[in-house]
């Protein structure tokens, strides 16, 4: 059973940026689509970005573009996303994901990012 | 992009009602769509993938169907467990996009 594992909150400023991990465990790491996807208080839950370490691809949402990068090491089969330019509004928790895809989904515990002057 | 759209955005139901909630897509998916429940401040569960497969662990009260634009999932006895607030997602082309949430509440 695979089981993704997620860094710690974070309280960031305006104008910084923020790395949030996601570490794999139990399952195959490159074959699969993992996600990120946040969650801003009272709201519903908006993708993110996405990646397939495999192939290298990467996917971004057009609201996120230039301000997101999702990547994945392989060797300790750990994805990464970096928000960077922090604006208020970037408040949420952010989830990573393994699929939907095959055998379904899988969600990490979550990680709160607080922006915060 | 793919716009997912739902409906009802809520619902008020009783224990032991059947209830069906509708995901529609703006484009043809094929039969690429999960579900998932969410309750206040809890991470999302999945429920169903592919449409209509029951994720591992998930009750056999939840039902999915559809395919190509039109979506339902379906709970077949609403238990007091299962007030939570619902999505649709698409995975059939990046970005994966969310439907906009189904609340059922008593």
């Known amino acids: 059973q695979v089981q993704l594992v997620q860094s710690g909150a974070e309280v960031k400023k305006p104008g910084s940026s923020v790395k949030v991990s996601c570490k794999a465990s139990?399952?195959?790491?490159?074959?699969?689509?993992f996600n990120w996807v946040r969650q801003a208080p009272g709201q519903g839950l908006e993708w993110t970005a996405g990646?397939?370490?495999?192939?290298?691809?990467?996917y971004y949402a057009q609201n996120f573009q230039g301000r997101v990068t999702i990547t994945a090491d392989e060797s300790t089969s750990t994805v990464y996303m970096v928000v960077s330019s922090l604006r208020f509004e970037d408040t949420a928790v952010y989830y990573c994901?393994?699929?939907?895809?095959?055998?379904?989904?899988?969600w990490g515990q979550g990680t709160l990012v607080t922006v915060f002057s | 992009d793919i716009q997912m759209t739902q409906s009802p955005s809520s619902l008020s139901a009783s224990v032991g009602d059947r209830v069906t909630i509708t995901c529609r897509a703006s484009?043809?998916?094929?039969?690429?769509l999960a579900w998932f429940q969410q309750k206040p401040g809890k991470v999302p569960k999945a429920l169903i993938y592919d449409a209509s497969s029951l994720q591992s662990g998930v009750s056999s009260k939840f039902s999915g169907s559809g395919s190509g634009t039109d979506f339902t999932l379906t709970i077949s006895s609403l238990q007091p467990e299962d007030f939570a607030t619902y999505y649709c997602q698409q995975y059939n082309a990046y970005p994966f996009t969310f439907g906009p949430g189904t609340k059922v509440d008593f």
């Open positions: 484009q043809d998916i094929n039969h690429f």
């Open positions: 990646i397939i370490p495999g192939l290298g691809s990467t």
């Open positions: 994901v393994r699929g939907p895809q095959g055998d379904g989904t899988t």
């Open positions: 139990g399952g195959t790491f490159r074959n699969y689509a």
